[in-house]
């Protein structure tokens, strides 16, 4: 190749993506508000100020915004966000979350230290920046033509462990030891005497010797009421119904316990998650007056998390 072509070529190729990562970071800049929109309690009083690209590439750009609106007793807050905007195969993508220590963008001294024991601990930065986001994008973002939480997203992440995450338990003076987990996070319903069809986030916690369920009401509120049993029924992705199992709740973090703790029980729930998949779980409590608890999880991903603890 005639060697004056060659740097005109490098040049036109970096033009092309730098191009391509200016058009993106525009794209999310023009969507931020559009979103906030749907994302405040009344967007005629939101309004942005000190946007921060912390970080942009040709698929994927963050921002980092002040949001000024009133909320819901009419007072105008502030509130400082991250705002994730992902271009991948033909569609466009977007989630935002409050600004803090867990925010999706690190820089890369701090991810250099908070990457030890994650299950992106192997992948470099960029890839790592890429994991966390689309993560993100999955259990709580959507695709930018549809509602929040109106549909589910299942996009690929860098290591192919799907939605899960890992994580490692703490002992007494909070420190993290060596004993790891994974933890999945699902959304669905749930009803009782006071509520019908109200909001209803899920997270299966899958450990060395057990696995167990944390039921939050409202997205928020761990269902803790331990006087009965919870019965525990579960659908494949193939539409495989598996017989009623019973758990029992801890009473303490709201998490629900395999009353059965023989090998078979074990193996059963994990048989369930290695198939990978959207699964099916519906439960009801009935103490007192019945509540009843459905949601869905993606298990993609597991037969590849599992080893990592």
């Known amino acids: 190749m005639n060697k004056k072509i060659f740097p005109i070529i490098l040049l036109m190729v970096i033009f092309f993506a730098c191009s391509k990562e200016d058009k993106t970071r525009k794209e999310a800049e023009e969507q931020l508000p559009k979103t906030l929109s749907e994302w405040v309690n009344d967007p005629t009083s939101m309004k942005t100020s000190d946007i921060q690209t912390v970080y942009s590439n ?24 991250e ?24 820089d890369e001294e701090t991810w250099a230290k908070k990457r030890k024991g994650k299950i992106y ?3 470099d930065y960029g890839n790592a920046i890429a994991y966390r986001a689309i ?26 462990t799907g939605r899960w995450e890992l994580q490692a338990t703490t ?21 009782n ?17 057990t696995i167990c369920i944390r039921l939050l009401e409202y997205g928020s509120f761990s269902a803790k009421d331990d006087d009965a049993p919870y019965k525990v029924r579960i659908k494949d992705g193939n539409g495989k119904e598996y017989p009623l199992m019973l758990f029992y709740n801890d009473g303490a973090e709201g998490n629900l316990y395999p009353l059965d703790l023989s090998e078979d029980s074990k193996n059963t729930l994990k048989d369930i998650l290695s ?17 009843s608890y459905r949601f869905k999880v993606n298990a993609d991903g597991y037969n590849e998390a599992i080893k990592h603890i």
């Not at 195969?89 to 803090?100: F, S, W």
């Not at 993560?135 to 192919?160: H, M, Q, W």
């Open 135 to 160: 993560s993100y994008i999955n259990a709580l973002g959507r695709n930018i033509n549809d509602k929040f939480e109106e549909k589910t997203v299942n996009l690929p992440v860098p290591t192919n």
């Open 193 to 209: 005497s006071a509520t019908s069809n109200s909001k209803l986030s899920a997270i299966i916690f899958v450990l060395k010797n």
């Open 58 to 81: 040709d698929s994927l750009t963050i921002l980092h915004s002040n949001v000024i609106a009133k909320n819901g007793f009419g007072n105008e807050v502030t509130n400082r966000i």
């Open 83 to 106: 705002y994730i905007f992902l271009k991948t195969n033909g569609e466009t993508y977007d989630a935002i979350r409050p600004l803090d220590e867990d925010s999706i963008y690190q």
């Open 275 to 291: 198939k990978e998949g959207e699964i099916t779980f519906s439960i009801s409590y009935d103490k007192y007056t019945p509540s």
């Open 121 to 123: 601990e192997k992948l």
């Open 171 to 191: 002992d007494n003076f909070g420190d993290k030891t060596d004993n790891k987990y994974l933890s999945l996070i699902g959304n669905g319903e749930f009803s």
